[in-house]
């Protein structure tokens, strides 16, 4: 018997001041899997990945985590989850290693400075711990972002185009960082517009549009060509 | 960050000093009509020096597009409220403390009797507009117009702590004891009571809204 799904997504639908953004979402993500979330500027992926961070209720339905219910339990899913957005989510005025511990002490996490400065080593940024973030490039702000991830462990990764603006020593390291914690048994649900290594990495394909998942679909049964066009088909046509 | 930057320790150090030079040119040299203001203006100073100071509570959040970070730290919200309020006590209690210096440079009067009791109701009354201020700030952190909004919800809620301090303030400059404004005290420490509690038990419920 397969093991109950890390994230599962029921009857999701969210609305914006009577603009339905998405509606009857379904979606389950198992452990040691990673989901591309396809679809065009819009199309909901931030969206379905912020209900899943606790950041926006839904209008209806649900989403678990971990068996916890985002919308009536978000300090219960808060601990399982780890969010790169946009932002880095690091103070630009503080060192790497300053940002850490206010991470630490802010989530109540016991950390000294040798679990921090592992932390730090995970993600390659040992010899910069002492440097503010500011002199940092976006690469490096976004290693220190996942460095929390390092001390809290999740066990659900959700990431809104972790891929955009980094060079390309960056993008291979983020690669073998996201496998490692997918072989680890982490889920991981990655939203992007782009086919670059998301792709490589997802273990299904979702496509999000006309404001629902229009497809989902291993990743394996399809060539990034077949990918594209089902892309187009359902983001130009069917969206 | 701010002991670092000093940002807006300046800002308000230099509006303060741009504060008393206006009312030194409105009040001019004639002693009564200063010694009938002094308590007016000493927290006029010190309120609009606090809605610069706090109205720039969550500006590192918004800057650094932290905000959704604080949200998700699965620890207790409430050591949040407490931070910035401790922080925005700080620095208020440091512009405060210039602004006395100030005053007494620039209006040629003798605090130094008074300066016990003054500092515990000043102490009482920035404790009650840092309270409900760093609420405030969170609450508008988020929404357009939050310059014009901030002070706008401040001020009103404000109102028993601003009358009970310039009502000591103004006895403690007049010589008289705290004994004598023991009312307008107990008025302070309750509001101050009720401000921090209201921040501490509502803070998590408005950040998640």
Not at chain 1, 128 to 145: D, H, P, Y
Not at chain 2, 72 to 82: E, M, Q, R
Request: net charge neutral.
């Amino acid at each position: 018997m397969a093991a109950d799904p890390l994230i599962r997504v029921t009857g999701l639908r969210k609305a914006f001041a009577g603009h339905v953004v998405l509606a009857d979402v379904r979606l389950e993500v198992r452990a040691g899997e990673a989901v591309a979330l396809l679809g065009a500027n819009g199309a909901g992926k931030t969206t379905l990945l912020r209900i899943l961070a606790t950041l926006t209720r839904p209008s209806r339905g649900t989403a678990f985590v971990l068996g916890h219910d985002c919308a009536r339990a978000p300090e219960r899913v808060r601990p399982h989850i780890g969010l790169v957005a946009h932002g880095a989510y690091v103070y630009e005025d503080l060192t790497a290693l300053e940002n850490l511990r206010f991470w630490t002490a802010l989530s109540g996490l016991a950390a000294d400075g040798a679990v921090l400065a592992r932390a730090l080593a995970a993600v390659e940024l040992e010899r910069f711990a002492g440097e503010r973030v500011r002199t940092f490039s976006a690469g490096m702000k976004r290693r220190l972002s996942l460095a929390r991830f390092v001390l809290s462990r999740p066990r659900v990764l959700l990431l809104d185009e972790p891929f955009a603006g980094l060079d390309q020593r960056a993008k291979k390291w983020l690669e073998g960082y996201l496998e490692a914690f997918k072989a680890a048994g982490g889920a991981l649900v990655m939203a992007t517009h782009s086919f670059g290594r998301e792709l490589a990495l997802a273990d299904r394909i979702v496509i999000l549009a006309a404001r629902t998942i229009a497809l989902d679909t291993p990743r394996a049964s399809m060539g990034a060509e077949e990918i594209a066009r089902l892309y187009r088909l359902h983001t130009e046509d069917g969206a | 960050m701010e002991r670092r930057s000093k940002e807006t320790l300046n800002a308000l150090a230099f509006f303060s000093l741009l504060l008393l030079f206006v009312f030194q040119f409105t009040l001019g040299p004639d002693r009564e009509r200063l010694a009938a203001a002094l308590p007016g203006i000493l927290w006029l100073g010190f309120v609009l020096a606090g809605l610069l100071g706090l109205g720039r509570t969550f500006v590192l959040e918004r800057e650094n597009d932290c905000w959704d970070a604080l949200l998700l730290a699965p620890g207790d919200k409430s050591a949040i409220y407490v931070g910035k309020l401790a922080g925005n006590v700080l620095l208020m209690l440091v512009v405060e403390t210039l602004l006395l210096v100030l005053f007494t440079f620039f209006f040629n009067v003798d605090l130094a009797g008074a300066l016990p009791a003054l500092a515990l109701v000043v102490a009482l009354g920035t404790l009650g507009l840092a309270a409900v201020g760093t609420l405030f700030a969170a609450m508008t952190a988020q929404v357009r117009a939050r310059e014009l909004l901030f002070p706008v919800l401040l001020l009103p809620v404000q109102v028993p702590v601003l009358l009970a301090t310039v009502k000591a303030t103004e006895a403690v400059l007049l010589g008289e004891p705290l004994s004598a404004v023991a009312h307008w005290l107990k008025l302070l420490v309750a509001a101050d009571v009720v401000y921090v509690a209201a921040g501490v038990l509502t803070f998590d419920f408005l950040l998640e809204s």
